[in-house]
Nanobody, 125 residues
Framework: QLQLVESGGGLVQPGGSLRLSCAAS????????VGWFRQAPGAGREAVSC????????SYVDSVKGRFTISRDNAANTVYLQMNSLKPEDTGVYYC??????????????????WGQGTQVTVSS
């Protein structure tokens, strides 16, 4: 069974940090492009970051550039999203997803084949 499991979400104050993990089972993540998405209440799913399976420079949505970093640990079959200088507008459910596509930029959510269940991130004082 192909499965992605996110963890690491929680409640954090503005300016704080969190590291989200996306652990895979049944698939080898270094063969996939992996993306992180978020969905705020009442809003659509937004692409946040994308790490291409070919290893090219990751992509980020403008609102998180300089604050978020996506990385891989192939030995652990896990992808991470380090989130620093968090803002209230970063609040939402964060999902990771895997795709066989390998193109520049943020991949549209419709091109991802495998999704995790999501982890809640709340930034509030």
């Amino acid at each position: 069974q192909l499965q992605l499991v996110e963890s690491g979400g929680g409640l954090v104050q503005p300016g704080g940090s969190l590291r989200l993990s996306c652990a895979a089972s049944g698939l080898t993540l270094d063969r996939y492009t992996v993306g992180w998405f978020r969905q705020a209440p009442g809003a659509g799913r937004e692409a946040v970051s994308c790490s291409r399976r070919s290893g090219y420079t990751p992509s980020y949505v403008d609102s998180v550039k300089g604050r978020f970093t996506i990385s891989r640990d192939n030995a652990a079959n896990t992808v991470y999203l380090q989130m620093n200088s968090l803002k209230p507008e970063d609040t939402g459910v964060y999902y990771c997803a895997a795709s066989v596509w390998d193109v520049p930029g943020l991949l549209a959510h419709g091109l991802y084949d495998i999704w995790g269940q999501g982890t809640q991130v709340t930034v509030s004082s």
